[in-house]
């Protein structure tokens, strides 16, 4: 979706660096939400927040750290990145009063490698 | 902590009625069942959502039993363009009031001419 932008698209990195994909959103959406996707494993949440005061762990948070700067701007950071960590990774958005049940919007994903 | 549980894959000829069904034993009484598409490359996109009964829109329809621990998408008269991973996925609510909203493992549909 247009809408929901993540840069960069690809990174390639090594082992111990500090990385950080952003994402931005101009849907006007409260809700904001980073997945993970790896083949054959789906997608699995990493974390989420409901407003700009919000932040909340998902399923996978471990090595991982988030930032939303603004209501439109949503940032995962991996402080000191491992190759297991080589994934898709993809930023979402969903409306207040629709939930997180609801319909989310996915940007277009960044594709990162740790070497 | 509810998980679904889809095929891994499925095949269809064009022109054919496909059936996907996703397990959701631990559905909590205020979850909904929402299905997602996913092209290579692409993040996912909304297809269906309900809560019971019956829901059908331009896309698909969405079955769901009266216990609503399984759903079932219903694609009519698939094409080539449909070929894509299906997600289900299934509010949840655990922990520490923390949301864990899980995605299944997909179920990936080849539709074969």
């Known amino acids: 979706d247009a809408d929901v932008t993540q840069t960069p698209r690809n990174r390639i990195t090594k082992t111990g660096k500090r990385i950080m994909l952003e994402c931005s959103q101009t849907?006007?959406?409260?809700?904001m939400y980073w997945y993970r996707q790896d083949p054959g494993l789906g997608l699995r949440l990493i974390y989420y927040?409901?407003?700009?005061?919000?932040?909340n762990k998902g399923e996978i948070s471990d090595g991982y750290s988030v930032s939303r700067q603004a209501q439109a701007k949503f940032s995962l950071s991996l402080e000191s990145a491992i190759p297991n960590q080589t994934a898709l990774y993809f930023c979402a958005t969903s409306d207040r009063d629709r939930g997180p049940y609801n319909e989310q919007f996915f940007g277009p994903g960044t594709r990162l490698t740790v070497l | 902590l509810a998980k679904t549980t889809q095929p891994i894959s499925m095949d269809s000829y064009e022109g054919q009625e496909v059936n996907i069904t996703c397990s959701h034993n631990n559905i909590a009484t205020n979850d909904y069942i929402t299905w997602y598409q996913q092209f290579p490359s692409q993040g996912p996109r909304f297809i269906i959502q309900g809560y019971k009964t019956k829901v059908t829109n331009e896309v698909a329809s969405l079955f769901i039993p009266a216990d609503r621990k399984s759903s079932t998408l219903s694609l009519p008269r698939v094409s080539l363009s449909d070929t894509a991973v299906y997600y289900c996925l299934v509010g949840d609510r655990s922990g520490a009031g923390s949301y864990q909203l899980t995605f299944g493992k997909g179920t990936k549909l080849s539709v074969i001419p």
């Open positions: 927040s409901f407003d700009v005061k919000d932040i």
């Open positions: 849907k006007g959406h409260d809700r």
